[in-house]
């Protein structure tokens, strides 16, 4: 088993519609989560981050932690084709400092 | 202020030969990351240092992969005799400090294609 899961997708929502993007992760000690924003050919960058049980919002993100299930997922409202782009979670487990990155999904926000 | 920066952006070599690859981490950024990622996967990590010293080398595949940092600031990645399969983007990450939550930034990475 992965330590972190995601599907690969790609998931295709149309403009204006809620894009639901879901992450497991395998290590029940896994402290701090976060999805990362990859465009084509460029360096992820930080979307979310959310340490405690729960949904955090920010402006049109929404992440969600149920750690007892194991589970992290991001909500994109009102999709934008700008939002087009591969999802990466990232798990940080215990004392390590190093991110476990799933293989990410690919959103396409269609029109 | 400047972000992460890479040199080169994109290398290409021949197997047998040694690379270099250079990360400058954001002014102040004790803590630094080499991540590897292979097409259409995602990050694999390397190594992490916490100033000039590497806590965590769990990540390196093998014994041509080494890295240093020097000044608490800039750090080498240097692969020797290459491999077709070292062909990856090399990505950089620096954070304020090494705790729990403290976000990664990332470069733009340097894009590796062994011949």
């Known amino acids: 088993q992965k330590e972190v899961e995601q599907n690969s997708g790609p998931l295709s929502v149309p403009e204006g519609a809620i894009a639901s993007l879901n992450c497991t992760y395998s290590d029940r000690v896994s402290q701090s989560f976060f999805w990362y924003r990859q465009y084509s050919g460029k360096s992820p960058e930080l979307i979310m981050s959310i340490y405690s049980n729960g949904d955090k919002e920010d402006g049109r993100f929404t992440a969600q932690l149920n750690k007892a299930s194991q589970y992290v997922s991001l909500l994109i409202r009102d999709s934008q084709p700008s939002d087009s782009a591969t999802y990466l979670c990232?798990?940080?487990?215990?004392?390590?400092?190093?991110?476990?990155f799933g293989t990410g999904t690919r959103l396409q926000v269609t029109l | 202020g400047a972000g992460v920066s890479q040199s080169p952006s994109n290398k290409v070599t021949e197997k047998g030969k040694d690379v270099e690859l250079r990360c400058d981490p954001i002014s102040g950024h004790t803590a630094l990351y080499w991540y590897r990622q292979r097409l259409g996967q995602g990050l694999e990590f390397l190594i992490y240092?916490?100033?000039?010293?590497?806590?965590?080398k769990s990540g390196l595949p093998s014994d041509r992969f080494s890295a240093e940092r020097t000044g608490e600031s800039v750090s080498t990645l240097t692969i020797q005799r290459t491999q077709q399969e070292d062909s990856a983007v090399y990505l950089c990450?620096?954070?304020?400090?090494?705790?729990?939550?403290?976000?990664?930034?990332f470069g733009p990475g340097t894009r590796l294609l062994v011949l």
């Open positions: 990232a798990v940080r487990t215990g004392t390590a400092s190093k991110l476990t």
């Open positions: 990450a620096s954070s304020l400090a090494p705790l729990a939550g403290e976000t990664q930034y």
């Open positions: 240092f916490q100033g000039n010293s590497a806590p965590d």
